[in-house]
């Protein structure tokens, strides 16, 4: 951590923050310049919280100077991770994943309509949502275990990985049997129970970024569930809040690369739930290939209009098709398969 | 709702976004003007995802005309809500309340010393942490229900009235016994299974607005206990998310007259979370009353700068029983008592 | 427009609400609900402040219908405009332009350099700054019209067409001589006195969207310009401004398909304004391209590091060599030469 | 400055830095740690262009540690600066100002009307614009100098000092007979050109937040004018850019606080287009001096739903006098006069 004292700080002041730091276990080294002094602290500083020092008279700004995070950084595993999955399917590595399936599990035909046609196109994921987070208590809110029991059917018959949301510790156990891997939403990306207990099983995790979330604060909600001993996780952009209202949110594709430079784990685009609209989800899809995205993640439905949720967003599966065919060339483009 | 059709739309078009609305059970009204055509859809709109119909062909905008929520609006109690306490305390009527308390609670003599504190200064609420949401894994995690029995001693032993954040469904039945106030952090005001239970109870619920979330979101979170029959909630402006650093959040004072305005829930100022920085709490605090706030929250300790959690916005006990001061000419100067 | 009144508006309060609307030269229809009574306005409506009817009593919310800009609208030319440059070049058809070169100009050397490397690129665009607005009076302000003219016979050298920025109305007639496009800079996008004296040169404008701008406004700027007939107006994404702070600013890159939606106009992506950092320009480039931009604008300098301005987002010429060259295999991939 | 090396820095990279910095004019410093070495720069740093530091090989991360701006600091006049005007009026000091007028010039009973509504309720500045910076290029542009003559006759019938917005630097010569107050709005901020020049009269200025703009900025722009050796600059916070709709803009009143910390300079508070809404001036406008603000700003007019411009935010004159009429209250609460 580095302290800037203010310009006209007492030397009684420096001491003081000298003590401070000392007492808190950081060594200090200090900077004597012409206008300004700088004390540089060195030691456990990650669990200290140092805004405390910024309050301290003749202090004026502290900057902490290592990344919080640990497990999640570049560093860790520098070579980067490919999640692995039973299917053959990889996240992470040269090939660009398809991840696909409707926003809510509405019944047994519509899931298996949606199944057979993300295997056609060439996906390797089926997602799909039995319980719905809905802002309005009086929208639908899904079909539970019983929703996802159909799912996992239906990915078997097409040899598909599943993809589904956990609202709530309690769920896990009883989605377990049927869920190949766990998805975190962007509203839960900072219930810390929820990561915690995620960390203790052995299922792979993909990680929605919140919508007012930074990217250090994405990392951070990862290191819990590595520290656990998961290192399974599959981090997502799906879309910020910004003062923008044209599409849903906004997307940040940047994320994309900054993830790559800041960690090893692999990255998603969801350009579905990053617009909100149908007719932007084809060009944000190919600009998260073209930024370097792991896997794409869209929601498809045979009878998009009609869909029990997330209706505007969705794709009709003959835009999803073109949308997977477009993809590849854009994913050979930027040396990748797909 | 209002469906605008572009300039260009055909009668095609036209015919067919009101058979859309006709099927979803929306009786439609037609404006056609000298450049564009209007459809006034009257119905059950509330429960449709109006979204879609932006998508159809012809369709330039949708416009949701009624508000999401009911039970949260106005209109429902127009003379407003009181939430009153056993030891007489109310929020909501022209008392402006104070709550005030550690961060985290850390052992018997903090939390004794801190209460016989608050009820010094004339406070009626003693509010402290057992379960901390913290952004890293390595950060102190809380004291859990041990912690909250002593906050429970201390509050009885003074009068006061306990407020504690529960974090997770499974908590609630173990906090009961010792929770006068459920407070839902900004973490999980969309934590919808969360909201949902805390419907299912009898005991105040503070709800505090999401760092991203807006207004018309925290009253639609605020119906999702409503809907359940408890309809004691009490609202709390914390501090929203933009891209000012000055501060640790924006503390949007003008939340406080909107929610007066659109609904008859009562709302409470937390410039502790709303800046975190301890300088910065007594002006807003102020600022908070003027606008019209029916409580202030805030953060103290005995050894501010020790405190284990959010030390940087905790505030000594002599700034507390200066601000409360300070706090009771402004209220009586916007015709209030504290 | 359309004007949604309260569950409980009186019928007195209905009748002000639609004489109010009558006087501003708007036609009225009204729907009656079961709850709600919603007035349609038919007239000229794009004049009028709408906002002062939310004010009357017993308004819930208005809503405006059409579209408050007209030439800029995609309507006004449904196949697109192509703006043509003196040696052959196009922004808007089918081939994707390069723009480059050093945010500011410094001597004739680093120009011609620069343009040299910029043709070998195969770009059509030599771009640099004379006048900097910098957030420091301290910083490099740039070497005005001589540095202009060094750059106007660099691109004459090399076949280059020259895109500069103007910051003030006086200037106009000094650029002229040299100016192939003018950039109206992000933090001028609002500058309404500019960019009415822009409209009624005939000179092609690289108009830049503000930093908090949303596309309606983008939109509306460039209206300015065209209400004036100079209907060549290039839109420009440059990122906004959000909470997120690892990239300078947010590069909005759904702003392109939106753009493409509701304008005629072309827009070019400008990945280092977009994202302040060197390492990210890449990636973002092709992310905009692949998303439909009409161009790239990049900063490069033949010894970046050492640039007199924004030196942490210029690319080396290596750099911006093989960019191109990435760029082309994207362009190929969605249907586009470059 | 600090540079903050990466873990895995090689001893090459670290000298390489090193060297950079010193080549720049700047001293170094080092501290080596288990994990990571510490390079404090002391020297010339405020001209720097850090961010090139940040993108050398194996560093990590490049903070600044001085302030960028100097005259503006709180240290340079740790007193406070208190601007007066001819009519004895002040604001910075003690007492509160206040600063109404109508958003635009209409005529001469109008601005008339006004002065003497203005001078009535004890306000000391007649503020109105002249020209009019909108959005749209078919509203409302303002009367120009005429109108400014008639306000400033106005304003001498009642003893009050004119606030007129400045557009762009050829208007001050034409404007400086008839203005006390140069208005600098939220769109011209950053408009160096224009805060220079205002930088060499010998005339107040009030300089208003732009809607992106970070206090920091805001303090740089303030710093740009009084580099030309004119130092009667005020503040203005005016509301920010944030996802939040249910008012036009998010008021920051956590800004007056801040800015009273940092700098001398007094800031003034804008309920009217910090909300857009006239039913939220009066209680923001009382938090505005809870906080501490030294004037308060607010729109009026006679006919206030007729006014040109800015009508939804327009008090009566009822309105403005009870409202002033409360500020006074709530002024003396905290200890100020009205």
Redesign the interface.
Known sequence: M?V?M???ATEEQIDAVTD?MVEAGV?V?R?T????T?L?G??PT??L?I??F???PGV??V?R?????KLAGR?FRPEGTVVEFPNGAKIGGNQVAIIAGPCAIENRDQIFTIAKCVKAAGGQFLRGGVFK???????FQGLGIPGLQLMHEAAQEYGLMTVTEV????QIEHMLPYTDCFQVGA??M????LL?ELGQIRRPVLLKR???A????LL??S??IM?GGNYEVILCERG?????????N?????????VH??SHLPIVGDPSH???????VA??A???????ADAILVEIHPNA?KAA?????TLYFDQFEKLIA?LR??A???GRTL
Do not use: C, W
């Open positions: 580095i800037a203010l310009e006209n401070a060594s080294h900077t310049g012409a206008t300004q700088i540089a060195v030691g990650a669990s919280d805004d405390t910024e309050l301290l004026s700004h900057h100077i290592t990344v919080p995070y560093a987070p809905r802002s309005s208590p009086y929208a609202m709530e510790l309690s509203r839960n900072q219930n810390f129970n915690r919140g919508i007012a930074t990217i250090e604060e951070l909600s290191e819990y520290s910020i809040r910004t003062y923008e209202t044209s599409t849903r906004t997307m940040d594709i940047s994320a994309i690369p900054v430079k800041l990053g617009t909100g609209r149908r007719d932007m060009p944000m190919k600009a998260a290939v073209a930024a370097g209009d949720s997330d209706a505007a967003q477009d060339v854009v050979t483009a930027v």
